[in-house]
């Protein structure tokens, strides 16, 4: 069975920084890209940044400048750092990895739980 597990939420003033963590355990092969996206109350989710396992990057206009994404891929990690965080950030925060679980299964998107970040102005 495959877990992503995040960690680093938490509440931050406007203009601060947080990092969140997000590792992947159990049993797979391989993990292609891996990603953060975020659904504050009442919005769709939105995906925030994007890696993939040889570290090309993308990102939402909206985080662009403040926000980086990196990957450990010894340690199956992706990381957001997040800078200049804004009211506006307020959301849950989800990690994804699109795993390779077996030779016999398809890559498949797998989502963590979810982590609070909350901006206050």
């Known amino acids: 069975q495959v877990q992503l597990v995040e960690s680093g939420g938490g509440l931050v003033q406007a203009g601060g920084s947080l990092t969140l963590s997000c590792a992947a355990s159990?049993?797979?092969?391989?993990?292609?890209?891996m990603g953060w996206s975020r659904q504050a109350p009442g919005n769709q989710r939105e995906l925030v940044a994007t890696?993939?396992?040889?570290?090309?990057?993308n990102y939402a206009d909206s985080v662009k400048g403040r926000f980086t994404i990196s990957r450990d891929n010894a340690k199956n990690a992706v990381y957001l750092q997040m800078n200049s965080l804004k009211p506006e950030d307020t959301a849950v925060y989800y990690c994804?990895?699109?795993?390779?679980?077996?030779?016999?299964?398809?890559?498949?998107?797998?989502w963590g739980q979810g982590t609070q970040v909350t901006v206050s102005s």
């Open positions: 994804y990895a699109d795993i390779l679980r077996s030779y016999f299964t398809p890559w498949d998107d797998y």
């Open positions: 890696i993939t396992s040889g570290g090309s990057t």
């Open positions: 159990g049993r797979f092969l391989s993990i292609n890209t």
